[in-house]
Structures are given as structure tokens and as C-alpha cells.
């Protein structure tokens, strides 16, 4: 069956505008998380979905960040007036339930803010 | 609060060599340790976990609660083992749900013919 999911692949934009990343985690998974893979700070969480709710939002790093999940499938997350230690790739995964599970992730969004 | 280590960056070995990438952890409850790993130009996958004791492409790793640790090794490195490898903690937030991972930094595994 189909992975993990997203897009864009690349997204380069400049400082202070908004940027959108879409994730489509593997049908019936009900659990979804976000990360970001950067230079030096490694793979950081940034939040979590269980359903549609979003029990940890402990890992976004600033209130320019936000995510929602619609209808337990596809997941947003949204960067508002970029800078440029946001440029990152930006990594979605899933896994069925969400406890101690094997997490599976998509190829991830290349974010630079230029 | 959850934390996991790997002390090596970079780790080069020759093709036939033994390999060991160290990973420790620092966790207080009952933690769930994987290894994934990212092969060049490839997605972040899953190699191990502890909770499954396999052995995956020769790959194995023993969790040792005493010295908080959880090594991945294998006995002949291949050239196709070159790639960056996580180690990565599942554990409880105060709320006891076990989800997200904490990753290390990740090991950059280099294998010479």
C-alpha cells in the first residue's frame, strides 16, 4: 500500500511570508506526528495527532506554528511570517494507534526561507 | 524528562569490519528503544526495536537498563550499510501516553570496500 506522503517536496519563500505543508499519512493510522530535521538540532518534535485532536503540542517552537488534522486523514501544518531558522525539512509520520508503536514517515518537505 | 545520546557523528569502518553504533538513553520509566535508519536520498525507516528482538540485515541490539544503553551492532559491515543512523526513545509524557520519539543526533555510518 501507499506511504506516508508530502508536499511540496521543496518549498523555498521569502522571510515573513506563510507557508503551507500537507501530509497524508497511510490510511487507517489514526495516530500522526510532525518533526523537524535540522542542522545541528537533529529530528525535534513538534506535535501530535491523535484523530483529529491534538493532545501534545508541546514540540512547536514558537506560536507562528500551527497544525490541524481534518477527518482523522490529511494533516496541515502552517508556518506564519517566516524566518529564516525555520528552514528545516519538516517530516510527517504515522503510525496505527500511537503507543510505543513503529512510527512510519514521509519523505518530507525541504523548507528555506531565504 | 527523556534524552538520548549517540556520541559519534561520524563512524568509518572497512567492508568485513564489525560495526558498533553506541546509543545511550536517559529515561526513568519503561522506555521502547528503536534504531531507523535513513539511507541516502531515502526516507527515515525503522531497522529494529528492542520490543521485537529481530535481527535485521544482520543488525542486532540489546537494551541494558544497568548501563542505559542500547548499541546496535553488527559483526560484518557491508558497503550498503552506509547511512545515518537514529536512535530514537519512546517513553511517557506526565500524562503516561507513550507517542512521540525522541531522536538522537544520529550516527553517519561510512563503510569502505
Known amino acids: 500500500g501507499a506511504g506516508v506522503s508530502q508536499s511540496p517536496s521543496n518549498k523555498v519563500t521569502e522571510k515573513g511570508k506563510d507557508v503551507e505543508l500537507r501530509c497524508d499519512p497511510i490510511?487507517?493510522?489514526?495516530?500522526l506526528y510532525w518533526y523537524r530535521q535540522s542542522l545541528g538540532q537533529g529530528l525535534e518534535f513538534l506535535i501530535y495527532f491523535q484523530g483529529n485532536s491534538a493532545p501534545d503540542k508541546s514540540g512547536l517552537p514558537s506560536d507562528r506554528f500551527s497544525a490541524e488534522r481534518t477527518g482523522g486523514s490529511v494533516s496541515t501544518l502552517t508556518i506564519q511570517r517566516t524566518q529564516q531558522e525555520d528552514s528545516a525539512v519538516y517530516l510527517c509520520?504515522?503510525?496505527?494507534?500511537?503507543?510505543?508503536?513503529?512510527?512510519?514517515f514521509g519523505p518530507g518537505t525541504r523548507l528555506l526561507v531565504l | 524528562a527523556q534524552r538520548v545520546t549517540q556520541p559519534e557523528k561520524l563512524l568509518s569502518v572497512f567492508k568485513g569490519a564489525p560495526v558498533e553504533l553506541k546509543c545511550n538513553y536517559s529515561y526513568s520509566g519503561s522506555p521502547e528503544l528503536f534504531w531507523y535508519v535513513q539511507y541516502s536520498r531515502q526516507r527515515l525507516q525503522l531497522l529494529l526495536r528492542h520490543i521485537s528482538r529481530e535481527s535485521i540485515k544482520g543488525f542486532t541490539a540489546d537494551l541494558n537498563k544497568g548501563e542505559t544503553s542500547f548499541h546496535l551492532k553488527k559483526p560484518f559491515a557491508q558497503e550498503e550499510d552506509s547511512a545515518m543512523y537514529y536512535c530514537a526513545l519512546s517513553g511517557e509524557n506526565s500524562g503516561g501516553s507513550n507517542y512521540k520519539l525522541t531522536f538522537g543526533k544520529g550516527t553517519l555510518l561510512t563503510v569502505n570496500p
Open positions: 490510511s487507517g493510522h489514526t495516530a
Open positions: 509520520a504515522s503510525s496505527l494507534w500511537g503507543l510505543q508503536e513503529t512510527q512510519y
